[in-house]
T-cell receptor, first 112, second 116 residues
Framework: GQQVMQIPQYQHVQEGEDFTTYCNSS?????IQWYKQRPGGHPVFLIQ?????EVKKQKRLTFQFGEAKKNSSLHITATQTTDVGTYFC????????????FGKGTLLTVNP | GAVVSQHPSRVICKSGTSVKIECRSL??????MFWYRQFPKQSLMLMAT?????????EQGVEKDKFLINHASLTLSTLTVTSAHPEDSSFYIC????????????FGSGTRLTVV
């Protein structure tokens, strides 16, 4: 599968602060998916980005795909304690059942 | 949405014994399922791709004789950890996707394996 670098590895914020995690690839990606894993839980699909420069929003979450399709970001506005978890990016190489591999993830903790 | 059921959720076994983990797609057929392993505070590492009716494809470094995968039907894949040792203790999790319906993969709830 594709290799990506995800930063930061950890992020601790005060509730209400913003949070951003970045996912960078050395090669052009077909698409990228984002997942959230709560502590002790399993990954849950958040979104897929496909188009160059694409921006998608889900309430307080904003996802971006770079123009060159080599990087992506997830931004959370005004974090809440429910946002706690590890956020993973998962690069796609195309195809109907491509192998889903994950970046190392960013663990977000939120201080109430 | 798609549902993937995984059992058992937790298992403790003695060193040298084998453990079978089941992964079922409840409301869709899955010709392909994926098995991952996750160590504490680490990312999910893809172990193998389970293909219905054919042999599984293992990732580099994963022992196929130790981690037996069987995908005998369109809704069931099993992972058997044979002759388990303490270093096999981990969180094992499967995933599948409803082709043509979903972009994302649905994950089972995972199996926490502890080998004592």
């Amino acid at each position: 599968g594709q290799q990506v670098m995800q930063i930061p590895q950890y992020q601790h914020v005060q509730e209400g602060e913003d949070f951003t995690t970045y996912c960078n690839s050395s090669t052009t990606l077909s698409n990228i998916q984002w997942y959230k894993q709560r502590p002790g839980g399993h990954p849950v699909f958040l979104i897929q980005l496909v188009k160059s420069g694409e921006v998608k929003k889900q309430k307080r979450l904003t996802f971006q795909f770079g123009e060159a399709k080599k990087n992506s970001s997830l931004h959370i506005t005004a974090t809440q304690t429910t946002d706690v978890g590890t956020y993973f990016c998962a690069p796609g190489s195309g195809g109907s059942n491509y192998k889903l591999t994950f970046g190392k993830g960013t663990l977000l903790t939120v201080n109430p | 949405g798609a549902v993937v059921s995984q059992h058992p959720s937790r298992v403790i076994c003695k060193s040298g014994t084998s453990v079978k983990i089941e992964c079922r797609s409840l409301d869709f057929q899955a010709t392909t399922m994926f098995w991952y392993r996750q160590f504490p505070k680490q990312s999910l590492m893809l172990m193998a791709t389970s293909n219905e009716g054919s042999k599984a494809t293992y990732e580099q470094g994963v022992e196929k004789d130790k981690f037996l995968i069987n995908h005998a039907s369109l809704t069931l894949s099993t992972l058997t950890v044979t002759s388990a040792h303490p270093e096999d203790s981990s969180f094992y999790i499967c995933s599948a996707r409803r082709q043509l319906l979903d972009y994302g993969y649905t994950f089972g709830s995972g199996t926490r394996l502890t080998v004592v």
